[in-house]
């Protein structure tokens, strides 16, 4: 099976696949002291939940936004599954996707993973939104060219930052909408002001981002763990792609084994 890793500022999110199936997937979060040994004793723990070995490993692939946590990686792959890992900035990578923007090595590896697996899927000109600890908004292009996009504070950071920068603002769990936009209490306020005001921003930047790619037909599809929070509020989200990433880099991983 090939095991992709996507390994995100906040979590890991990791998949194993049977052909091009996704068979296991899991959610941890990201360590970034972690060694390659205390890796291994993550995934092994993982796999013996699902009956698994590391035998059953034929590939790795990584995308990764934590560029210090590269020697880990190899030096799991390499000692404990006795394989080289494909990571996607590789030099010899060819990602066959032309990356117009000013520096393309500035752009993170979820981000290309991202635009690659939703053109292969929709092939037509995209908008993909990734709600992890930043909101990512990447554009591509109706012939396959990734554009650039956009940038923005994630949720997670801004309630940190409301609770943790104001006196009197608690933590709140916003898993749940409130009934309306006027808050009656201060935990109402905060979910309003972050589902509905995060469902707002998404409406306005994805509009201007339109007028921009136009007159191209354009699709939008979101990704990330926050996405299923803030897609009933963002009408203009189309597709839900939770693993859009994994099944990103299994594309990937396909297209440079052949």
Partial sequence: ?????????????????????????????????STGDELAALFHSLFILEKLT????????????????QSAWVHFSRRHIELNPVFINDDDLNLEMPILIDN??????DRIVNAIAAYEKHQSALIVIDFGTAI???????QGEYLGGAIAPGMAISLDAL?????????????TPPEKAIGTNTVTAIKSGILFGYGGMVEGLVARLKTELS??????????????LIAPHAPSIEAMEPMLTLEGLRLIHDRHKD
């Fill in 104 to 109: 393309p090595e500035q752009v993170g590896a």
């Fill in 215 to 228: 007159p191209a037909e354009v699709r939008v599809v979101a990704t990330g763990g926050m996405a299923a």
């Fill in 136 to 142: 990512t908004f990447d554009c591509i292009s109706a």
């Fill in 1 to 33: 099976m090939l095991l992709t890793i996507d390994v995100g500022n906040s979590h890991l999110v990791i998949g194993l696949f049977k052909d091009s199936i996704l068979r296991y997937h899991w959610r941890v979060n990201t360590h970034r002291n």
């Fill in 54 to 69: 590391f035998e059953h490993v034929h590939g790795i692939i990584i995308a990764s936004v934590v560029p210090q946590m």
């Fill in 163 to 175: 609770s943790q920068r104001t006196a009197r603002l608690p933590s709140v769990d916003i898993s």
